[in-house]
């Protein structure tokens, strides 16, 4: 009886490649953290949330009041990769300044967001690839 024939010397350089591109989530994040939280400061100077509708007035001071202190707004607006995850934090008063007028959608991306994210999967890949 014989033993298993192959080209394995291929397998082992096929299965290199493959662990390289396992990383090109964690590049991608990181690539679009900075990119998405820029997207956020703009959405703060403009006075909407991230998919151009405005803030309603508040009662004492209309959307301003969002960008008062400003640790809202960067805390809103700091992103960081966490492995192939972009997190952000809320600063704790913010639960209280409506937070969906602040943040993006689960599996909603704002217009243009997927742009950004092919770009930076695209360059991801060919750093990952060595190209």
Request: proline content about 7%.
């Amino acid at each position: 009886m014989g033993g298993v024939r192959g080209n394995f010397a291929g397998l082992q350089g096929l299965s290199k490649r493959i662990a390289r591109l396992t990383g090109v989530d964690v590049k991608t994040a990181e690539k679009l953290a900075p990119v998405f939280s820029g997207e956020l400061e703009k959405t703060f100077d403009a006075g909407t949330d991230p998919y151009g509708t405005k803030w309603p007035p508040t009662k004492t001071q209309g959307p301003r009041v969002l960008n008062d202190e400003g640790t809202l707004r960067k805390s809103a607006t700091t992103l960081r990769a966490q492995g192939r995850r972009i997190k952000g934090k809320l600063a704790p008063h913010g639960r209280y300044q409506r937070p969906e007028l602040l943040l993006t959608k689960a599996g909603q991306a704002p217009p243009g967001w997927e742009d950004h994210a092919g770009r930076a999967a695209e360059a991801s890949l060919r750093e990952v690839a060595g190209q």
